[in-house]
């Protein structure tokens, strides 16, 4: 108020110093029109809102050059289009899930299969374990998935070139934490009877049982906070944990599609396992005996494709290596039944990829895995699976020249793995190229460090791929925890995340807002304490029916803030009843007001 007053003065007396009077008499400012200070006053007002209103345009055009900046460094790739990354669909189930499916629905019964019956299934010729060393190992990390469903095939890998095998067979029973895949009671199909952890350990390949539950309904009845969630999860733990250590050497979690808001409890389902196999070493600095790893998908609905910074290090404690499935069906149409070289990376789209690990935060990088395909898949939207996938073994009988296109899209996925500074894949799955001699030098000649045969091309179009996509995009947003009873958001796009968090924040007028409240609150409060001064205005607070109206309004607004704190109410339904409650103290003020004034008119 003193600083209007001050322009007032200042701006009057310019208007008469202009006028060719004495700026310093007082009597001429007493001889200045009523007219003339009004339309003084105006100019002050209008000025006033025109600066402000310009110095909101400024704010709102910087934030909108900032945003057109970033997307335009984002985007200023060719081929990759918002579009491409706001995957706006109905949620898609990823290559594992269709994998196991088609074996669920057509092979699942009430009788228990060995492995030899899913060899004879698989129609397998299995040789003799060679027991022949030739030590091919090198930095290079190589994780192998060997799926339930193929039997008795780790008899034909060459161990040497994996450091760790994944046996595919224990998905969760969201009804009581059992092996829903499994039939005849036993857990997790030949885990405890087959011979591939002694094969592979003979070789010093480590075998880890995978973990899996992809259904979005499933995850919900295993992760909720109810006490029959917590039974599942405590039957989960007991089983793997059994199970692994009489004959395993660590976890390998795919779980995916978990809502948002129960991903605390995924998270604690990894600790609880991680410690009950490796107690405390972590923390005494031991190396860890049972090794954890987890699947991250290239793109995903909920947790863990929704983890924030804060999620990667708590895990970080935990597991100890990351594998990253680069394939997905999100933004992608293909469908065709034709093979050609083209149509065979449908699924591998490498702006997506590259876009993508640039978002992930760099405890996951570090130990980060790449998986690759041992198939082709195509989508089909006649069928019940929208996904297709056929083994290499099978495409390689339909398809002549499949093999030769698919080693050669091989090497080129693994020159950009190199290039991307990863130090190792992962192979879905093992057995699917029934030991393919292309398959094994090419993978030899990865782990060897040697130079992937490619089109000259090739090379330089990924690294000025790589170059472009230089963007440091966990720096340009807050990785932010999703409120505890907020609903999962399905479309969670590193570009949507980014927009959304560069909306501005009308965090300093909300800050005025609540100083201007608190400075009048202060105000009333003053008064409140003057009033206590004078015998009336007492007789008048401190009379019974006061005493009673306050109690009532105090004990009213105690059960309403307890009801929010527990939830019982939402924030809608609580503005709502302090809205009513504030109009119902106003109406029954004015009541008691014109009470008053009745009963003091009547003689």
């Keep these: 108020m003193f600083l209007l007053f001050s322009i007032y003065f200042f701006i009057a007396s310019n208007v008469y110093a202009f006028s060719g009077r004495n700026y310093f008499e007082v009597s001429t400012f007493e001889q200045v029109g009523d007219s003339v200070k ?6 002050i007002i209008k000025r006033y809102f025109e600066k402000r209103a310009e110095k909101k345009a400024q704010l709102n055009d910087s934030i909108s050059l900032l945003q057109e900046k970033i997307l335009k460094e984002i985007l200023k790739r060719e081929r990759l289009k918002p579009s491409d990354t706001l995957y706006n669909s109905d949620p ?21 299969k060995t492995e030899l ?12 374990f060679n027991t022949l060393k030739t030590s091919v190992r090198s930095t290079k990390f190589i994780y192998g998935f060997h799926p339930y469903w193929m039997g008795d095939a780790y008899y034909n890998y060459n161990f040497e070139i994996y450091n760790r095998i994944g046996y595919f067979g224990y998905i969760i029973d969201p009804i009581d934490g059992s092996d829903i895949s499994t039939s005849g009671g036993f857990l997790a199909h030949s885990w405890s009877n087959s011979t591939i952890q002694f094969k592979a350990n003979y070789y010093n390949c480590k075998v880890d049982l995978c973990l899996a539950s992809y259904d979005i309904n499933n995850n919900i009845l295993i992760f909720e906070n109810s006490s029959k969630g917590k039974n599942v999860r405590t039957r989960v733990v007991n089983n793997i944990v059994n199970l692994v250590k009489n004959k395993g050497d660590g976890v390998c979690f795919d779980i995916q599609k978990v809502p948002s808001k129960y991903k605390k409890n995924y998270i604690d389902l990894i600790r609880q396992i991680d410690y009950s196999l490796n ?3 972590v923390s005494k600095g031991a190396e860890k005996k049972y090794q954890i790893t987890m699947i991250l998908p290239r793109y995903d609905i909920g947790f863990p494709y929704s983890m924030t910074l804060g999620d990667a290090k708590i895990l970080e404690q935990y597991v100890d290596r990351w594998i990253f499935t680069a394939e997905s069906t999100y933004g992608n149409n293909f469908e065709g039944y034709e093979f050609s070289e083209q149509n065979l ?6 702006d997506h ?15 980060m895995l790449i998986e690759v395909p041992m198939y082709y898949g195509k989508l089909n939207y006649d069928l019940d699976t929208n996904v297709s996938l056929s083994k290499f073994s099978n495409a390689e009988k339909i398809y002549p020249e499949f093999s030769t296109s698919f080693s050669r899209s091989l090497n080129e996925k693994l020159t950009y793995i190199d290039l991307k500074g990863i130090n190792g894949v992962a192979i879905w799955c093992a057995g699917y190229d029934k030991n393919n001699e292309d398959v094994f030098n090419t993978l030899v000649n990865f782990i060897k460090d040697k130079e992937m045969e490619t089109n000259e091309n090739f090379v330089p179009a990924m690294n000025h791929m790589i170059n472009q996509n230089e963007i440091d995009l966990p720096s340009l947003y807050n990785y932010k925890e999703k409120e505890a009873y907020s609903e999962p958001s399905w479309i969670s796009s590193t570009i949507y995340s980014v927009l959304e968090d560069l909306k ?17 609150l202060s105000f009333v409060f003053v008064g409140f304490l003057v009033s206590l001064f004078f015998e009336s205005a007492r007789e008048q607070l401190f009379s019974r029916e006061n005493i009673r109206n306050f109690s009532t309004i105090f004990i009213v607004l105690v059960m309403v803030l307890v009801f929010k704190k527990f939830h019982v109410i939402t924030e809608t339904e609580f503005v709502f009843i302090v809205g009513i409650f504030s109009g119902l103290v106003i109406a029954l003020f004015f009541y008691r007001r014109k009470k008053k004034k009745e009963k003091e008119l009547k003689p």
């Design 117 to 128: 019956d899913w060899s004879a299934i698989q129609r397998l010729d299995v040789e003799p």
């Design 353 to 367: 990829i590259d876009f993508e690990l640039n978002a992930i935060p760099s405890q996951v990088f570090k130990k």
């Design 345 to 350: 990376n449908a699924f591998w789209n490498y």
């Design 504 to 520: 501005p924040e009308k965090i300093m007028s909300h800050h005025l807002i609540v100083l201007c409240v608190l400075i009048l």
């Design 38 to 43: 009004e339309e003084v006053k105006k100019n």
């Design 279 to 281: 107690g405390d070493s």
């Design 92 to 112: 898609s189930y990823q290559f594992h899930y269709t994998d196991l499916q088609f074996y669920l629905d057509n092979f699942k019964d009430s009788i228990y």
